[in-house]
């Protein structure tokens, strides 16, 4: 059974502050992806990157970079310079990767980021 | 964004009586998906849909149906409401295996007394 472990049930920052989130997955499948949502306090499930099992390539968009270890079973996600805006809860996903089921997530529990001006 | 809604936004329902829920995308994605969202759980899946009239069970399917009699339209079903399906429910779409992003719509918020 796949499993996305997020430890870091809340976090609390200084606006400025760099901030990573934790996330570590199990899955026996050679082929998968892991991904990473933001809930703001409006409700909504924002999609913010995708990667897949073959790409161990770090990712930078703008503040935000990626950490995708396979040795570790790791994709953690850091905040450069977080804002107010970024307080919200930080969902990592993994996906099975089957042509009937498509791409079944798995959810970690999720990150309370909370960014303090 | 995506062209999902979902509707009701809100309900609120006594327990024992059926509630359907609403998906309805405008993306002619193949994948549709009902989650649940509670504190301390994440997200979980309760059912999908491969395709017109292919559904299959996810890890919380107990106590739902879904039915799926065209593309764009996906109904999740409460057969008879317990407070334990108080929650917020989330449907989502994706485009193939390999175009395999999840978009979600708004969410609908139940609440079973």
């Known amino acids: 059974a796949q499993k996305v472990t997020q430890a870091q049930t809340e976090i609390s920052v200084v606006e400025k502050e760099d901030v990573t989130l934790d996330c570590v997955y199990e899955?026996?499948?050679?082929?998968?992806?892991l991904f990473w949502y933001k809930q703001p306090p409006s409700g909504e499930l924002v999609f913010l990157i995708r990667?897949?099992?073959?790409?161990?390539q770090n990712e930078i968009s703008g503040r935000y970079s990626w950490n995708f270890q396979k040795s570790t079973s790791s994709f953690n996600f850091t905040i450069t310079a977080s804002q107010v805006v970024d307080s919200a809860v930080y969902f990592c996903?993994?996906?099975?990767?089957?042509?009937?089921?498509?791409?079944?997530?798995?959810f970690g529990e999720g990150t309370q980021l909370t960014v303090n001006p | 964004d995506a062209g999902i809604t979902q509707s009701p936004r809100h309900k609120v329902t006594e327990t024992g009586t059926p509630v359907t829920l609403r998906c309805h995308q405008t993306?002619?994605?193949?994948?549709m998906y009902w989650y649940r969202q509670d504190p301390g759980h994440g997200l979980r899946l309760i059912h999908y849909s491969y395709g017109v009239k292919d559904t299959d069970k996810g890890e919380v399917s107990d106590g739902y149906s879904v039915s799926r009699s065209k593309t764009e339209d996906f109904l999740l079903t409460l057969e008879s409401a317990t407070s334990s399906q108080t929650s917020v429910y989330f449907c989502a779409i994706s485009e193939s295996v390999v175009r395999s992003t999840q978009y979600f719509g708004p969410g609908t918020r139940l609440l079973v007394l």
């Open positions: 996903a993994l996906s099975e990767h089957q042509e009937t089921s498509g791409s079944r997530l798995t």
């Open positions: 990667r897949n099992s073959f790409d161990e």
């Open positions: 899955t026996r499948d050679t082929t998968y992806y």
């Open positions: 993306e002619n994605h193949r994948y």
